[in-house]
């Protein structure tokens, strides 16, 4: 069975990593203007509050998430949030976005709450029939990386 891969995002996949947000945001319905752009290189340049990873199938890119990392006093110190995530359309519905966080890993437990705190963010800050999908029932602390 293929699954994904995930590696760090480099300057060199700067231009992939760029072409893959604006289709993100298109279809998000919030097109990425040139400060959005500006910042694609910035974190594929190694910006430490916004790790930013690319998904591969084969060999091939698949998508990117990137993560948005913080402090928290009442979550109790480091937290942080999957700011964006997206799987190319034709990798869509394979069931792959639970099976990479269903894992016993303390790290994949940890992305997997972050997971939690991006959707209910993303429901927050743009209610749209594309995003309502993602909305968590009830936000808590208990989703936030600690």
Not at 93 to 117: E, F, H
Not at 119 to 144: D, G, V, Y
Request: charged letters at 20%; a neutral charge.
């Amino acid at each position: 069975m293929s699954s994904l891969t995930t590696r760090r995002a480099t300057p060199a996949d700067t231009d992939l990593f760029l072409q893959m947000c604006r289709d993100f945001h298109l279809e998000d319905g919030s097109p990425l203007d040139a400060a959005g752009e500006a910042t694609i290189a910035h974190i594929c340049a190694g910006e430490a509050l916004a790790p930013a990873f690319l998904l591969e199938h084969e060999g091939a890119p698949a998508g990117f998430f990137v993560l948005t990392l913080g402090y928290s006093v009442e979550n109790g110190g480091t937290d942080g949030f999957i700011d964006d995530i997206y799987l190319i359309p034709a990798l869509r519905g394979r069931g792959w976005a639970g099976k990479r966080w269903d894992s016993p890993s303390p790290r994949r437990a940890r992305l997997a709450s972050a997971s939690c705190c991006w959707r209910w963010r993303r429901i927050m800050n743009a209610p749209t029939a594309s995003t309502e999908k993602w909305a968590s029932p009830t936000p808590s602390a208990a989703c936030c990386v600690r």
